[in-house]
Structure formats: structure tokens, C-alpha cells
């Protein structure tokens, strides 16, 4: 990511989709892919890819379809966040 400003825009997206989500769900699947992920879906996990334009470097993460406590998709953004702004 680029610019500071688009990268909060990112973020509170992220933020929306992922951070108080109880069960994988099509809706949710559809946000993440309209945020610039590839996602798979496993039976107990979903694994995300995200290609940077820029830089062209792949990050990859999985994450729980039933989270195991309601800070789990915020810690998700978080490691989604902080893995996206150190490349």
C-alpha cells in the first residue's frame, strides 16, 4: 500500500468486515474480494491472498471460519495490517 490515507480507508474496511464476524458467511467472503483478496475457502479455515500492485509481493492468511473468542477478528486485522505496512 502506497498512500497513508488509502491504507486507513483499508484498514476501517477491514475493520468492518473482519472485526466482529462469529461464522464465515458468503457476505463476508464477497467484502473481503471486493477489498483486493483471493480467497479459498477450506472446510475450517479460509485462506486469504493479497497481491500488492506496487511492490508485486504476495501475502497469505488464514483465518478461522468460527473464531475462538470475539478479539479474534480484530487480531486478524491486526496481523492482516501489520504484515501489509512492513512490506
Given at each position: ?54 511492490t ?21 486485522v491486526?496481523v ?8
Amino acid at each position: 500500500m502506497s498512500n497513508n490515507e488509502e491504507f486507513k480507508v483499508f484498514k476501517n474496511e477491514l475493520k468492518a468486515c473482519l472485526g466482529k464476524y462469529n461464522s464465515w458467511n458468503p457476505k463476508l467472503e464477497n467484502r473481503l474480494k471486493s477489498l483486493g483478496f483471493i480467497v479459498e475457502s477450506d472446510r475450517k479455515h479460509a485462506i486469504l491472498y493479497y497481491i500488492d500492485n506496487e511492490t508485486k509481493k504476495k501475502s497469505v492468511f488464514v483465518i478461522s471460519k468460527t473464531p475462538s473468542d470475539k478479539r479474534a477478528g480484530m487480531n486478524n486485522v491486526g496481523v492482516i495490517c501489520r504484515t501489509l505496512l512492513s512490506q
